[in-house]
């Protein structure tokens, strides 16, 4: 996925501790289904909430007259 280096895997299970359960990419708390790296040597824990996950990697709006990409040059958190 275009929000991070290592694949993603959906987690279902239940959200057991509401603090650590921000999106990764949006800082939104988590609608409590969400992918987690499966890379179990990642360092940053990144966690991205399945409405981040669900945004194309480009996309067309009637507000801009050119295609608008996902960059993941800017993070405000750095982590992904």
């Known amino acids: ?10 987690d279902p299970s ?10 990764s990419t949006c800082a939104r708390e988590s ?7 499966s890379n179990h040597d ?3 824990e990144v966690q ?3 409405r981040c996950i669900l945004v194309p ?3 067309t709006h009637q507000s801009h007259e050119h295609p608008i990409f996902i960059s993941t040059s800017y993070s405000r958190k750095g982590n992904i």
């Open 14 to 23: 239940p959200i057991l501790d509401y603090n650590s359960t921000g999106c």
């Open 48 to 50: 991205i909430d399945v």
């Open 57 to 59: 990697d480009c996309f």
């Open 31 to 37: 609608t409590g289904f969400r992918y987690k790296c």
């Open 1 to 10: 996925h275009a929000l991070h280096r290592h694949p993603l895997v959906l």
């Open 42 to 44: 990642c360092e940053n």
